[in-house]
């Protein structure tokens, strides 16, 4: 038997795509493709392979950006949460970039960065990084005051409370702010190519637009989501991977 | 008559005894701990005798539990010293184990890590800390559970857990916060019960934290009463008839009937 979560999952899928179709037939605008008009587009550009030459040239701002944004972020934020000091210091920086109006700083970026790699890592990294941080900084404040003095009173050194405790107690907020992290990330990619140069899927969505081929547009705009929702269901598993345990409840319940 | 056996001697002005005296497995001098602007303790001294259970009684607000940290090691008094076998204690250390009032398990561990969790902190071999912490899970009646994780075991269940892990360490001291006070009045009882053959058994000095008069005089050996604002010592009682009439017949020894009449009598002017 089918689990009653998939049917479900299945069951919203057919009806936003079902509304999709007929929106398209109806149709709401000329610029708006039929669901199936845009997936013959999306199978058309995957096996003629300028999908997989797009994605070649969109992941590598993406990819890195994302990294140094979780390892940075997560880092930057497990230091905040644990130093009163570090978080007037730094905290002020990522609120103020989560704050910030991204496609109007993107001529300041160009202009110091030029139009190349890094500056499409900047944006990537603006866009995923402080709700990383603020997440990770919040989560490690609040970790429970009595299983850290309990580690201390059974000797626990500085690096076992960090490691054996505030990390694990901040997990499920850490990967909560990594998830939303990793799906800014994503914006943060494609805003780069539609606003610094047009490379990759920013390319095809210009492009496809200018001579108004607009189930192409919408494939490409649909296989960003795809892949983007693919990419939160693997940091699901890995978490449950790491941080099984959390998913168990807490003693407090 | 029963009241003539208990020792009424007043210990708020005692001298010092010497470090080495063998049976005083702690003693605190001259402790003082002020938050801000509240007062938790003003220069008190008590001695623990090796191998027995003292616990310390008051009302709230008397400083039992910043005392009891103090003598872990988990808070540093403004002045005076704690002794733990003759060493003045500057920290945590191994000669003491803490029982939480929380219970302060760790919910994403299981129960033979949560018991094993002390030794893994001092770097015992996996296997090795997982056999003596099988022992002690045995030995609080969870065996079964060791797979277990905290959130699918009652209140009850989950304080053996943080006493197996108090005692899989081994430590000489074992401090006690109030243990008992979240968990239900028959799962206390029976847990009073195991803790007389606990003290009987294994060979440490308990120090135990509560607010029950009938507790207090239940389990110990002796009763420390606390006065708050400024917290004192108002007098150490020694109750010494009941203690071997058995477990089930103690509730009924007159002596024990007196004392926590008299204990109260001498609290109720202190509760609000």
């Given at each position: 038997?089918?689990?009653?979560?998939?049917?479900?999952?299945?069951?919203?899928?057919?009806l936003v795509?079902?509304?999709?179709?007929?929106?398209?037939?109806?149709?709401?605008?000329?610029?708006?493709?039929?669901?199936?008009?845009?997936?013959?587009a999306?199978?058309?550009?995957?096996?003629?392979?300028?999908?997989?030459?797009?994605?070649?040239?969109?992941?590598?701002?993406?990819?890195?950006?994302?990294?140094?944004?979780a390892?940075?972020?997560?880092?930057?934020?497990?230091?905040?949460?644990?130093?009163?000091?570090?978080?007037?210091?730094?905290?002020?920086?990522?609120?103020?970039?989560?704050?910030a109006?991204?496609?109007?700083?993107?001529?300041?970026?160009?202009?110091?960065?030029?139009?190349?790699?890094?500056?499409?890592?900047?944006?990537?990294?603006?866009?995923?990084?402080?709700?990383?941080?603020?997440?990770?900084?919040?989560?490690?404040?609040?970790?429970?005051?009595?299983?850290?003095?309990?580690?201390?009173?059974?000797?626990?050194?500085?690096?076992?409370?960090?490691?054996?405790?505030i990390?694990?107690?901040?997990?499920?907020?850490?990967?909560?702010?990594?998830?939303?992290?990793?799906?800014?990330?994503?914006?943060?990619?494609i805003?780069?190519?539609?606003?610094?140069?047009?490379?990759?899927?920013?390319?095809?969505?210009?492009?496809?637009?200018?001579?108004?081929?607009?189930?192409?547009?919408?494939?490409?705009?649909?296989?960003?989501?795809?892949?983007?929702?693919?990419?939160?269901?693997?940091?699901?598993?890995?978490?449950?991977?790491?941080?099984?345990?959390?998913?168990?409840?807490?003693?407090?319940? | 008559?029963?009241?003539s056996?208990t020792?009424?001697?007043?210990?708020?002005?005692?001298?010092?005894?010497?470090?080495?005296e063998?049976?005083?497995?702690?003693?605190?001098?001259?402790?003082?701990?002020?938050?801000?602007?509240?007062?938790?303790?003003?220069?008190?001294?008590?001695?623990?005798?090796?191998?027995?259970?003292?616990?310390?009684?008051?009302?709230?607000?008397?400083?039992?539990?910043?005392?009891l940290?103090?003598?872990?090691?988990?808070?540093?008094?403004?002045?005076?010293?704690?002794?733990v076998?003759?060493?003045?204690?500057?920290?945590?250390?191994?000669?003491?184990?803490?029982?939480f009032?929380?219970?302060?398990?760790?919910?994403?561990?299981?129960?033979?890590?949560?018991?094993?969790?002390?030794?893994?902190?001092r770097?015992?071999?996996?296997?090795?800390?997982?056999?003596?912490?099988?022992?002690?899970?045995?030995?609080?009646?969870?065996?079964?559970?060791?797979?277990?994780?905290?959130?699918?075991?009652?209140?009850?269940?989950?304080?053996?857990?943080?006493?197996?892990?108090?005692?899989?360490?081994?430590?000489?001291?074992?401090?006690?916060?109030?243990?008992?006070s979240?968990?239900?009045?028959?799962?206390?009882?029976?847990f009073?019960?195991?803790?007389?053959?606990?003290?009987?058994?294994?060979?440490?000095?308990?120090?135990?934290v509560?607010?029950?008069?009938?507790?207090?005089?239940?389990?110990?050996?002796?009763?420390?009463?606390?006065?708050?604002?400024?917290?004192r010592?108002?007098?150490?009682?020694?109750?010494?008839?009941?203690?071997?009439?058995?477990?089930?017949n103690?509730?009924?020894?007159?002596?024990?009937?007196d004392?926590?009449?008299?204990?109260?009598a001498?609290?109720?002017?202190?509760?609000?």
């Amino acid at each position: 038997m089918i689990s009653r979560s998939l049917v479900l999952k299945l069951l919203s899928a057919v009806l936003v795509f079902g509304a999709w179709e007929i929106a398209g037939r109806v149709p709401v605008s000329y610029a708006f493709p039929t669901f199936l008009e845009s997936m013959t587009a999306l199978v058309a550009m995957t096996l003629d392979g300028t999908l997989f030459a797009a994605y070649a040239e969109t992941l590598q701002p993406l990819v890195i950006g994302v990294l140094i944004s979780a390892f940075l972020g997560i880092g930057i934020g497990v230091w905040i949460g644990l130093s009163t000091k570090f978080e007037w210091l730094f905290s002020p920086i990522f609120i103020v970039m989560q704050a910030a109006p991204l496609a109007a700083l993107i001529p300041l970026l160009v202009m110091a960065y030029g139009i190349g790699l890094t500056s499409k890592v900047f944006v990537v990294c603006i866009m995923a990084m402080p709700v990383i941080v603020l997440n990770t900084a919040g989560a490690v404040r609040n970790t429970p005051a009595s299983i850290k003095e309990m580690a201390r009173s059974f000797l626990a050194k500085d690096s076992d409370v960090i490691l054996k405790i505030i990390i694990p107690a901040a997990s499920p907020v850490i990967f909560s702010g990594l998830r939303l992290g990793v799906s800014a990330g994503f914006i943060g990619a494609i805003l780069s190519e539609l606003k610094i140069t047009p490379t990759g899927v920013g390319d095809i969505i210009t492009y496809s637009r200018s001579i108004a081929d607009y189930p192409s547009m919408y494939a490409a705009i649909f296989s960003i989501i795809l892949l983007a929702v693919l990419f939160l269901n693997v940091l699901e598993k890995l978490e449950h991977i790491f941080f099984g345990g959390n998913h168990r409840g807490y003693v407090s319940d | 008559m029963a009241m003539s056996q208990t020792n009424l001697a007043s210990v708020q002005s005692a001298p010092s005894v010497a470090a080495a005296e063998p049976d005083v497995a702690v003693s605190a001098r001259q402790i003082s701990k002020t938050y801000g602007e509240v007062e938790a303790l003003r220069s008190l001294s008590l001695e623990f005798p090796r191998g027995q259970l003292t616990s310390l009684l008051g009302p709230s607000g008397c400083g039992k539990t910043t005392l009891l940290k103090i003598v872990a090691g988990l808070l540093e008094p403004d002045s005076g010293e704690i002794l733990v076998n003759g060493k003045a204690v500057t920290g945590p250390g191994p000669d003491r184990a803490f029982v939480f009032q929380d219970f302060a398990l760790l919910p994403w561990a299981s129960v033979i890590r949560n018991v094993a969790f002390g030794l893994e902190l001092r770097g015992v071999a996996k296997s090795e800390r997982e056999d003596v912490a099988r022992k002690y899970i045995g030995n609080v009646g969870l065996a079964g559970f060791e797979n277990a994780y905290p959130h699918e075991l009652s209140g009850g269940m989950r304080q053996r857990v943080g006493l197996a892990r108090a005692l899989s360490v081994d430590a000489d001291v074992l401090l006690m916060d109030e243990p008992f006070s979240a968990v239900d009045e028959q799962t206390r009882r029976k847990f009073q019960e195991d803790l007389l053959s606990l003290v009987q058994n294994e060979n440490k000095t308990f120090i135990f934290v509560t607010h029950s008069i009938e507790e207090a005089v239940y389990v110990s050996d002796q009763i420390a009463i606390l006065l708050p604002r400024p917290s004192r010592v108002l007098e150490v009682i020694r109750p010494s008839g009941f203690r071997d009439s058995g477990a089930v017949n103690i509730r009924r020894d007159p002596e024990y009937l007196d004392i926590v009449d008299k204990i109260w009598a001498s609290l109720r002017s202190y509760v609000e």
